[in-house]
């Protein structure tokens, strides 16, 4: 049972302006005393009455999420430099290999007016936005792939949004699990059924299944990140591998019509030789250039252009590894390590659970994203749909990229918030209504 001083302690970790603590700590106190006198007048004791007075007020992560929407915090701007350097990196690597949107002028002003777009959606209409809202999320999600999949399965440009939609399901599922915490084993089973729909309609696209499996996987270790978190009750963890396994197999019996193509592909993810003049021809391709490519300096035989597939793009680090050496990989290795610890940092820094969270999931596609398209471009692993983190890959995924920093950016709290002119006090006012809590905030006159 939560006591007075872990209540507050815990709501207000979830609250993201520092300066507003006092004040709703205040207020939060005052109301507990209130009731526990209310209590205590009514001859309970003294532990009853302030157990059955912190017990009213509900749980401290949703009350502190929903105070925290009406806040501002100020953005980590050292995040936002390092996703337009990134983006930066990106354009010239591209340019280094001929990528077409870089050499036409009129691909490139649109590109560079997507990505901002792309960044600027999420970031303004905040996780705590879709939080208050995420059933109405959820069924705009569902509701789109669902005309996607019934309406528009040959219209190619939907197709391909859809594919890179699967991007949206991991902080999704994450924010629907950290809605549905305080309801216990009933919060879990609503999560994953969710998540096994989403997933079924994801698949029931074919360009997006890469994706949508590698999506799928991160709503899994996020769905061990809950548990482990206590989200659905100390209970849950007994069940979490049962309900775990019934949730992949129904996702595998659901989508049987594509589950011989998946195997096939996996087959030829591990084997690309088993398929020569097939799936597994740009693989031993690339493993061609590779064999032939020195640590510094130009590799032998033919330029990539003439030879690998996707050079500009699916391999583009095999291309710059032929091209400029070995050391290109390593010093891209270490640009997205660097990257992805700056990322890892805002994530734990986070009080918010929902933030922390929410973080980590898109940390997760960036780093599995990342780290396979590595390892197909080092000839390591057989060629696989793929997203990696802004220096690779053509305007999709450099779009995505800048989609998802705009989620992180807006989970970010970097213990600072925005400075108004005139000071603003907040009032946190706590109610009972039909014997329901309302919690209002308002603001000096």
């Known amino acids: 049972m939560l006591t007075k001083e872990d209540f507050i302690t815990k709501t207000l970790e979830q609250i993201r302006w520092k300066k507003a603590h006092e004040s709703v700590s205040k207020e939060l106190t005052d109301h507990i005393e209130d009731q526990k006198n209310a209590f205590l007048a009514m001859n309970m004791a003294e532990n009853e009455a302030e157990e059955k007075a912190v017990l009213e007020m509900g749980d401290p992560v949703e009350v502190g999420t929903l105070l925290d929407s009406s806040y501002r915090p100020k953005t980590d701007r050292s995040l936002i430099f390092a996703g337009i350097a990134m983006l930066l990196m990106g354009i010239v690597i591209s340019g280094l290999l001929n990528n077409g949107f870089y050499t036409q002028p009129v691909y490139l002003i649109g590109f560079l007016i997507a990505v901002p777009i792309a960044f600027l959606i999420p970031f303004f209409l905040d996780v705590s936005t879709i939080y208050k809202h995420i059933w109405w999320a959820v069924g705009i999600y569902i509701i789109f792939l669902l005309w996607a999949a019934i309406f528009a399965y040959n219209t190619r440009l939907l197709i391909r949004l859809v594919t890179y939609s699967a991007f949206v399901m ?24 969710t998540l096994a729909v989403m997933t079924v309609l994801q698949c029931s696209m074919s360009g997006g299944i890469a994706f949508t499996l590698t999506s799928f996987g991160i709503c899994i270790i996020m769905s061990l990140f809950a548990i482990l978190k206590g989200w659905f009750g100390g209970k849950i963890r007994p069940i979490f591998m049962l309900a775990l396994s019934a949730i992949m197999m129904a996702v595998y019996v659901l989508t049987t019509p594509i589950n011989y193509y998946i195997l096939s592909r996996l087959k030829r993810i ?10 597994g021809w740009a693989t031993l391709q690339a493993r061609d250039f590779l064999s032939r490519s020195v640590f510094l300096g130009r590799g032998a ?8 597939p996707g050079y500009n793009t699916d391999y ?7 091209r400029f050496g070995f050391i290109a990989a390593i010093i891209l290795g270490i640009v997205m390590v660097i990257f992805m610890y700056m990322v890892l940092k805002i994530a734990r820094r986070q009080t918010s659970q929902l933030a922390k969270a929410v973080s980590y999931s898109v940390l997760l596609i960036f780093f599995v994203n990342t780290s396979i398209y590595f390892l197909i471009n080092l000839g390591i692993i057989g060629s696989i749909s793929t997203c990696p983190a802004f220096l690779f890959g053509g305007k999709a995924a450099m779009t995505v990229s800048a989609f998802l920093l705009g989620i992180l950016a807006s989970t970010n709290r970097n213990n600072s918030i925005i400075s108004d002119n005139a000071a603003v006090k907040s009032l946190l006012r706590v109610e009972k209504f039909e014997n329901k809590l309302v919690i209002t905030i308002g603001e000096d006159d």
């Open 316 to 322: 583009a680090l095999t291309s710059l590894i032929h």
């Open 270 to 279: 591990i084997m690309p030789h088993a398929d020569p003049q097939g799936y």
């Open 301 to 308: 035989g033919d330029s990539v252009i003439n030879g690998l």
């Open 170 to 193: 991991p902080p999704l599922y994450t924010v629907l699990m950290c809605c549905m915490r305080s309801k216990g084993y009933l919060g879990f089973i609503i999560s994953i059924m």
